[in-house]
């Protein structure tokens, strides 16, 4: 019979409501559901997130193991050596710090002053957090990993990166029981310089992590079919044949089965931030212009941080007429959230200044799988142009012109039919079965 022990190995967790947590989440999940034994071996402190403990009411017949991880900064030292609780989830319960700070998302709420937060930050970046902010918790994951593929006889680990960290894990596990290992890319990591060190010394050791799980790895999966390309590119196609493309699929259970009538919004959902600009907003003033009646049809509705979303509209400047028909909501549950997404008119996709061609959007994992039409505005050529195209669901904003003309036959009710076998690519269950397979075929 077929061992089917599978060793989970992530910093990014239920029931922290990370978007790395996901991908993870749903395949221990639907695993479990499939006849196999995964094993979660993650961090036993949340520094910086949200909480949402309902993740966690999926995963009750599931082993999680948590080990010690500090958190190499002020904040983590400060809590190992008094024992007192000031991760983010805890400090915002307790609304003990200022809004800008919440907004932010700190690893550092004691620091006030503009050089010693420049220096802070120095020596974070250049010492504290190298590879990553996540070395405190390699040795105790180590040991316990290792204890726990010779209890269970386990014979897959997988792991998820970022951070470096994990590939580190990974790679020691591999070495010591020469087990499969299968390595999950949520990023092209040493392509996207939002994702390395701009320090030559943290690079030069990030770069060499990365080239020993390329080398090491039995599998190494990317979310984006661009990922493969990237790397063919920069390691001159060694590493094509154990590369693979699985998309992250959103939670089957949580899709609504019965009808739900249709809203009159368009829905943004997750946190705008100030570069996605507002050529949005123009296009929709132009139409609102144009057609004063369609103004009484329709509301835009954000969904993410309220405080962050507020500031970034406010910011932009908006005219009274787009400003009367904004409406602001805090994050939902996953299972009210899809509830919402399907009532709406469409959703909106807008990348940022600093997007790029290569990228999947979390969100547009959400819009695929729930088929969705799509208002997109997104580079061509581009990754995310393609995939919404391939499940017919795209509905591009490339000129203003385009956009007017989009968005008052969408106002209009004007709907395009999604490919529904393609759109169920982005399903938990055809993530897992994807999987799976591979887990088979070594």
């Not at 700070?101 to 010693?116: L, P």
């Not at 405080?307 to 406010?314: E, R, V």
Request: charged share 25%; net charge positive.
């Amino acid at each position: 019979m077929q061992n089917k022990n599978v060793l989970i190995i992530t910093p990014f967790f239920a029931p922290e409501t990370h978007a790395a947590v996901f991908r993870a989440h749903k395949l221990v999940k639907y695993l479990k559901r499939e006849g196999w034994n995964p094993i979660v071996l993650t961090v036993d402190v949340n520094y910086n997130y949200n909480e949402d403990g309902s993740l966690l009411e999926d995963l009750k017949d599931v082993e999680i193991h948590r080990t010690k991880y500090i958190e190499p900064s002020l904040r983590g030292l400060y809590m190992w050596l008094t024992g007192k609780d000031r991760t983010f989830k805890t400090l915002k319960k307790q609304a003990v710090f200022s809004k800008s700070e919440e907004n932010n998302n700190s690893t550092n709420f004691e620091a006030k002053n503009s050089f010693k937060q420049t220096f802070y930050n120095y020596l974070l970046e250049n010492w504290l957090n190298s590879p990553d902010r996540f070395w405190t918790w390699e040795k105790g994951a180590i040991k316990k990993g290792d204890q726990l593929i010779k209890k269970y006889n386990i014979k897959y680990i997988y792991t998820s990166s970022l951070p470096f960290t994990t590939f580190k894990i990974g790679s020691a596990l591999k070495r010591k029981h020469n087990i499969k290992w299968i390595t999950d890319f949520r990023d092209p990591i040493m392509y996207s310089k939002r994702t390395h060190s701009s320090i030559l010394r943290v690079f030069n050791k990030q770069k060499k992590i990365e080239i020993n799980a390329l080398e090491n790895a039995n599998v190494i999966i990317g979310l984006s079919s661009a990922y493969k390309l990237i790397y063919h590119d920069l390691y001159g196609g060694k590493y094509d044949d154990k590369m693979f493309f699985i998309p992250t699929g959103i939670d089957d259970d949580y899709i609504p089965k019965e009808p739900i009538e249709l809203s009159n919004e368009i829905l943004y959902v997750g946190e705008f931030l100030k570069d996605y600009g507002k050529s949005f907003f123009k296009f929709l003033e132009k139409v609102i212009e144009e057609n004063p009646n369609l103004k009484s049809n329709f509301q835009l509705r954000f969904i993410g941080n309220i405080l962050i979303n507020k500031k970034a509209i406010q910011e932009i400047g908006l005219s009274k007429q787009i400003q009367e028909i904004l409406i602001f909501e805090d994050h939902l549950t996953q299972i009210e959230l899809y509830k919402r997404i399907k009532a709406a008119k469409a959703v909106l996709l807008i990348p940022g200044l600093h997007s790029h061609w290569w990228t999947n959007f979390a969100k547009m994992v959400d819009y695929i799988g729930l088929q969705k039409n799509v208002l997109a505005i997104v580079p061509n050529p581009s990754e995310a142009r393609k995939e919404l195209t391939f499940a017919n669901l795209g509905m591009f904003m490339d000129t203003e012109e385009e956009a007017i003309k989009i968005i008052k036959l969408v106002l209009s009710g004007h709907t395009l039919q999604p490919n529904e076998v393609y759109c169920k690519k982005y399903l938990a269950s055809t993530q897992t079965n994807a999987f799976i397979e591979i887990f088979e075929s070594l």
